[in-house]
């Protein structure tokens, strides 16, 4: 970080230490009790209203959710009926007018009617992440986020050290990489770091489909500030998600990186804007990185969002003695094989895993809630923050055209939104668009502007 960044989050720690001090936090308040695990959701997307309905479905003993925020109050009404009227978790919603809380400081409105020892979900797009998770500690709360779990490098090492209290007062964090809780994958990890397939030697990992999300955002048609706009569309900015590579392309990498049971350091990567049509976002459609590991292994990531083509969703290893499938078509069901050869043909085919699989969705969060009633140690967030800047330091070999060591990214000083903790709805956004309403795109080789990367 930067003496500016450093100083800044210094003071920010402090006043939150100050604050986690005047709570009484008995952190293993659900422990091996049958008592009621409160929920608060913070960000109503889909991601948010996809993880609640996960946390009521633990059958784990008595749980409800409570509490709801989001800066717009039609994403907290969509989530409130989602919920409240689904058969299989409705009757755990209890969430009235008054505990559904709107704007950028709902964050805390949500938490602070929470008890120590509740779970709090964070689910807003990953810029917001770093804030809301230190606001978590201090109330004493157990916390599930979605990922990425940062964007940049300053925000990375700012996560780790505010990790430190959170492991410090064993709090239980989940981090939304459900990969590693599927079963059949498990067995996997287990079978490769056995020697079954030799030693590993190269991985791919593809995510070719047509547009995904909100990742080719449209103009902004001028009913609403550049700041609104892209929260929106936060898919499509780089500042708000770490675009369509942090968002997207995260899963395969992470999953990847496990098998070989290795971070890459290093990173090169190529990528391109085609098919754009009037399309304003600052994505490439198509990204292409070759991550290296400290034994020379190679991890090959194709991503691309152009219709019309062929599509892939799958991650592949291949050792000195066979090869495996790691997933294919889609994040579950892994249908996780291994092949005693190289081709993936049904003659070579050693072991495969057994069918059908426990949804990893669910079971990260039967974990979870398993980890708070039973007081065990849980904690996700440095391999979150790890399988995070791996991935954003393939973007930004990408958008600079250059590579990147780990080592690098993790000292890079550029951080696309500081003093985010302060915005409001009326703040400007930290991605101004020029006079043509367009944001500035990764020209690679040609511009090496720090808001590229």
Not at 177 to 185: A, D, G, I, N, Y
Not at 388 to 396: F, L, Q, Y
């Amino acid at each position: 970080m930067t003496n500016s960044n450093r100083r800044r989050f210094l003071k920010t720690s402090t006043a939150v230490a100050a604050a986690a001090t005047t709570l009484t936090a008995a952190q293993n308040v659900h422990a091996a009790e049958n008592n009621t695990i409160q929920v608060g959701l913070v960000g109503c997307g889909g991601r948010g209203t996809g993880a609640a309905k996960q946390a009521l479905s633990v059958n784990n003993g008595p749980i409800k959710l409570v509490a709801l925020g989001d800066v717009f109050e039609n994403k907290i009404k969509s989530t409130h009926t989602a919920l409240d009227g689904n058969k299989d978790v409705g009757e755990k919603v209890d969430v009235p007018p008054e505990r559904q809380h709107t704007g950028f400081d709902a964050y805390k409105q949500v938490m602070d009617g929470l008890e120590p020892g509740d779970v709090v979900i964070l689910a807003t797009p990953p810029a917001f992440r770093w804030v809301h998770y230190q606001y978590a500690i201090a109330r004493g709360l157990n916390v599930f986020m979605e990922k990425p779990v940062t964007i940049d490098a300053p925000t990375s090492v700012r996560m780790l050290e505010i990790n430190k209290e959170a492991l410090k007062r064993n709090l239980k964090v989940g981090v939304g990489l459900m990969c590693r809780h599927c079963k059949v994958r498990q067995e996997l990890f287990d079978r490769i770091q056995s020697g079954e397939i030799g030693d590993l030697m190269m991985l791919r990992a593809y995510r070719m489909a047509g547009p995904t999300g909100s990742a080719a955002a449209p103009p902004n048609t001028g009913d609403q500030s550049d700041l609104v706009y892209q929260i929106k569309n936060f898919h499509g900015f780089l500042w708000l998600s770490g675009g369509a590579v942090s968002d997207f392309l995260i899963h395969n990498i992470d999953e990847s990186c496990w098998m070989k049971n290795a971070w890459p350091v290093k990173a090169i990567a190529c990528g391109g804007r085609h098919y754009r049509g009037d399309s304003v976002d600052q994505n490439f459609d198509t990204y292409s990185i070759e991550y290296t590991f400290a034994d020379g292994a190679k991890l090959f990531v194709d991503g691309r969002t152009v219709p019309g083509c062929k599509r892939e969703f799958a991650s592949f290893a291949h050792g000195t003695k066979g090869s495996a499938i790691i997933s294919t078509a889609s994040h579950t069901p892994a249908k996780s094989r291994i092949y005693s050869g190289q081709n993936f043909v049904d003659s070579d085919l050693v072991w495969s895993g057994a069918q059908p699989e426990p949804y990893p969705y669910q079971v990260e969060w039967d974990d979870l809630i398993a980890a708070i009633r039973e007081d065990k140690p849980y904690n996700e967030v440095e391999r979150g923050v790890m399988a995070s800047a791996v991935t954003s330091m393939g973007r930004m070999a990408a958008h600079t055209g250059q590579e990147i060591t780990l080592d690098q990214f993790m000292k890079h000083d550029h951080e696309f939104a500081p003093d985010l903790e302060n915005l409001t709805l009326d703040s400007p956004s930290p991605l101004p668009a020029n006079d043509q309403g367009k944001y500035s795109i990764p020209m690679p080789g040609l511009v090496k502007k720090r808001e590229y990367l």
